[in-house]
């Protein structure tokens, strides 16, 4: 998937195989019809703004993301994605994580407040104030992704049911 995907991108990029903001608007607007906020906090989020354009890694990332969110999918993207993403929230070479950043993440992903607040608090005991290991990252972007995915597809099922 990954091969068509970069096939794709070298036709539509520049030489230095980096894609400018204006056609990654086009393609979110195109497939996913995220918010302005919401894209704001994706760049933030993977650095974007650091020159107004991404490679291929950072563009596959955000749209996997987001076309997961739009179909509440997140827990697809967490299992095809979470090697990939960890150095994005990785506070120094490591086995640790920026707590922040693990929230900033799953906010990103369409995670509710409600939701991060009970996950936060559920999980709570495997966090140190600012950091989490590696295991306990993806074990809390799994509760978070599998909570909204399933709030947003079924109702209303209680977190407790699921921990």
């Not at 980096?18 to 650095?47: G, K, W």
């Not at 990939?84 to 799953?106: F, M, R």
Request: with cysteine; hydrophobic share 45%; proline share 2%.
């Amino acid at each position: 998937m990954i091969g068509r995907f970069q096939e794709w991108y070298k036709s539509v990029c520049s030489h230095d195989q980096r894609i400018d903001a204006v056609r990654f608007f086009a393609v979110m607007n195109e497939f996913c019809f995220p918010s302005e906020p919401r894209l704001a906090q994706l760049f933030q989020f993977f650095d974007f703004y650091r020159g107004g354009r991404i490679d291929v890694t950072d563009f596959y990332l955000l749209t996997s993301l987001l076309l997961a969110s739009a179909l509440n999918m997140r827990i697809i993207f967490l299992y095809q994605h979470q090697n990939n993403i960890i150095s994005y929230i990785q506070d120094c070479p490591g086995n640790l994580v920026k707590v922040s950043g693990l929230v900033e993440l799953a906010q990103c992903a369409g995670v509710g407040q409600h939701t991060l607040s009970r996950v936060l608090q559920r999980l709570s005991k495997h966090f140190n104030v600012n950091t989490a290991t590696v295991t306990a990252a993806v074990n809390f972007l799994f509760a978070c992704f599998l909570e909204q995915d399933r709030l947003e597809t079924s109702g209303c099922l209680p977190y407790a049911a699921i921990v």
